[in-house]
């Protein structure tokens, strides 16, 4: 069987509003945020998910159940959705990062304290393997930008230094699945609401 697995980037929050690099701060989501999060309820059907997985972080908690995952469709936690950790670099935007590392992105650069790239394929190549095993048609995860484009990488066979060629926004459906055989990106950033970006 081949399982399609939906995205959701959490709803804005005010450091993702201004660009500062979360991670490990657990911040609550903007009225903005949560806005985008109910815009969600009515395009998906909690009943039509065989795996509904979030990241442990607030924002993202809050995005399930604001998009009607509750009950007995609220998702189980997994560690492994969480953030790219920016270790020093938490708070940060990154245009302050440059100024310190011209250049530089999570994807170029270490980030000092913090993951390196192959951890974070690690821990996202499991979250596949759960979902892959898992036998059921539709999966689900509400995550973090950088997270869902790794894990977007890691399911498609890429590198993740190709990261910068996938902006993710707050508030989006993204869709990966198959198509002839082959993994594939079957939807990416849409808005969630339809007409808003």
């Known amino acids: ?48 998910f065989g795996l509904i ?3 442990p972080r607030l924002r993202a908690r809050q995005t399930a159940e604001l998009a009607g995952f509750t009950g007995t469709g609220a998702p189980t936690l997994d560690d492994d959705l969480v953030e790219w950790d920016y270790g020093d670099y938490e708070g940060r935007t990154s245009a302050e990062i440059r100024e310190l590392v011209p250049g530089w992105t999570i994807w170029d650069f270490p980030a000092p304290g913090g993951e390196t790239a192959g951890q974070v394929r690690e821990r996202l190549e499991r979250v596949i393997a759960r979902v892959r095993d898992a036998g059921v048609e539709r999966a689900i995860c509400f995550a973090h930008g950088h997270a869902l484009r790794a894990l977007t990488l890691c399911w498609l066979g890429l590198d993740l230094t190709l990261g910068d060629h996938f902006p993710l926004h707050t508030g989006t459906l993204s869709v990966l699945g198959t198509e002839k055989d082959l993994p594939a990106l079957l939807q990416w950033n849409a808005p969630s609401h339809p007409g808003k970006a």
Request: aromatic share 4%; net charge negative; no cysteine.
């Open 1 to 48: 069987m081949t399982t399609e697995l939906y995205l959701i980037r959490h709803g804005e929050t005010e450091w993702s509003a201004n660009g500062r690099h979360t991670s490990r701060t657990d911040l609550p989501l903007t009225p903005r945020g949560e806005e985008q999060a109910r815009a969600l309820t009515g395009r998906l059907d909690p009943a039509e």
């Open 53 to 55: 997985l979030s990241s």
